[in-house]
């Protein structure tokens, strides 16, 4: 999800959930772009799996629906069918705020070297749910990112990673962050031991081909591996959206805010917000399949450069 408010609104309060959207930086350089001539993981599972969580079935996955529960359920096996084992007892962190019924859905790919440290990839499966008898379905935002995490954990199969992985489905960001602030207190590992989190929000689509890394400013020893990080197919990878310049400060605009908040180094990937930004046309027919099978294959580049640092 991407919340717009304007600089002086987030300036009152640091705590409120901001929203994306900015100009480009400098443009792409050609001689610093690679080609991709073979996938990290299979392309045709990734846009399955997009297409099929943001079809009319999953009604909007609105948090505590019909729609959000078969979202969970899909999210599981697929859990299942990758490998990816339970974080804890089951996959399932329930939770409750309000009137709503709540839950995070949690997979662990244990790490073969630095075993008592995790890096958790994460992305929100809530929406909007139905509004007005339209469906939201949020393809870009964002099933783009729970589609990634699956793409993730194919990777891991023939590439295990180095730290432990944890791949946090999120539940209701779009009612503010609930189900990342819920994992961040409440998880089973201790908040130390988490060294990084790479959170995916809204990736699978750019009239700039642009993608921004957001968070080196507040951690800046993750910024040589995103400065010197060369581009992958058709996206631009840049840095930006942290308070710097004249666009829209990123900082709060997705679930990465609550382990800023808790001193947890972040990189947030995401896109600025388009015409169908939540609205009942952000439906799988509007993403850009290149762009997106790009912008998967460099986050897993980016944390592949990370996962061989010491965090």
Request: aromatic letters at 12%; glycine letters at 8%.
């Amino acid at each position: 999800m991407k919340i717009t408010y304007p600089l002086y609104i987030i300036a009152l309060s640091s705590s409120l959930i901001t929203c994306k959207a900015q100009t480009a930086e400098a443009p792409k350089n050609v001689e610093n772009t690679t080609a991709i001539t073979n996938y990290s993981y299979s392309t045709e599972a990734l846009l399955k799996n997009i297409k099929t969580l943001s079809s009319d079935a999953f009604e909007g996955r609105r948090t505590g629906t019909e729609g959000a529960k078969k979202a969970k359920e899909y999210i599981i096996e697929r859990f299942v069918e990758l490998d990816v084992k339970p974080l804890g007892s089951n996959y399932g962190q329930p939770f409750t705020f309000g009137n709503y019924q709540a839950e995070n859905i949690l997979g662990l790919v244990k790490g073969t070297e630095n075993t008592r440290k995790y890096i958790v990839l994460s992305a929100h499966y809530d929406h909007e749910g139905i509004k007005g008898g339209k469906i939201y379905n949020g393809a870009d935002d964002d099933a783009s990112g729970i589609s990634a995490l699956f793409a993730f954990a194919e990777y891991f199969k023939t590439n295990p990673p180095k730290y432990n992985v944890i791949l946090a489905a999120f539940d209701a960001e779009e009612l503010g962050l609930k189900g990342a602030y819920h994992f961040v207190k409440d998880n089973t590992i201790q908040q130390r031991n988490i060294v990084l989190n790479l959170n995916m929000d809204m990736i699978s689509r750019s009239e700039k081909n642009e993608l921004f890394a957001v968070g080196t400013r507040y951690y800046p020893q993750l910024k040589p591996t995103i400065e010197g990080f060369k581009d992958v197919g058709k996206v631009d990878l840049l840095m930006g959206h942290e308070g710097l310049g004249d666009g829209d400060n990123w900082t709060n605009s997705s679930d990465h805010a609550a382990f800023h908040k808790a001193e947890i180094p972040f990189i947030y990937f995401g896109v600025a917000d388009h015409e169908d930004y939540h609205k009942p046309t952000d439906d799988f027919e509007r993403i850009d399949n290149q762009f997106y099978q790009d912008a998967v294959e460099t986050i897993i580049q980016v944390f592949t450069k990370f996962d061989a640092l010491e965090l």
